[in-house]
């Protein structure tokens, strides 16, 4: 018989976090749901522009200023802000490459024939 193997119990506690509630206001009845990663070198700033609905971004690594709508803050890995789907712009200030998944809602398109 084979020994019975143990986990180790730091690495075996299961671990639910919320990050963020957000009451949204779908942009139509036809909704889709985009999920993208995207990486910024180090030094990268975006041009401005915008996005085709709000939602949450979660930053994966790295340090990033982000001005929206008029408004600038820099958020760090772990952390979770909406983006308005307002003009905006994101810069990677942090020493290395930095990391972001965009979580957006947006009217469906129709379908051409």
Not at 63 to 73: A, E, I, S, Y
Not at 77 to 90: L, R
Request: hydrophobic share 35%; net charge neutral.
């Amino acid at each position: 018989m084979s020994p019975l193997v143990q986990a180790d119990e730091s690495a075996s506690k299961f671990s639910r976090e919320l990050l963020m509630t957000k009451p949204v206001t779908l942009p139509s009845k036809d909704v889709e749901s985009h999920v993208m990663r995207v990486r910024f070198p180090k030094g990268y700033k975006t041009p401005s522009h915008t996005h085709e609905g709000p939602g949450p971004r979660y930053v994966v690594m790295g340090k990033l200023k982000v001005v929206d709508d008029g408004q600038t803050k820099v958020y760090s890995q772990g952390e979770v802000f909406w983006e308005t789907g307002a003009e905006m712009t994101v810069e990677n200030v942090g020493k290395g490459e930095a990391e972001i998944i965009i979580f957006e809602l947006a009217a469906a398109k129709t379908a051409k024939h």
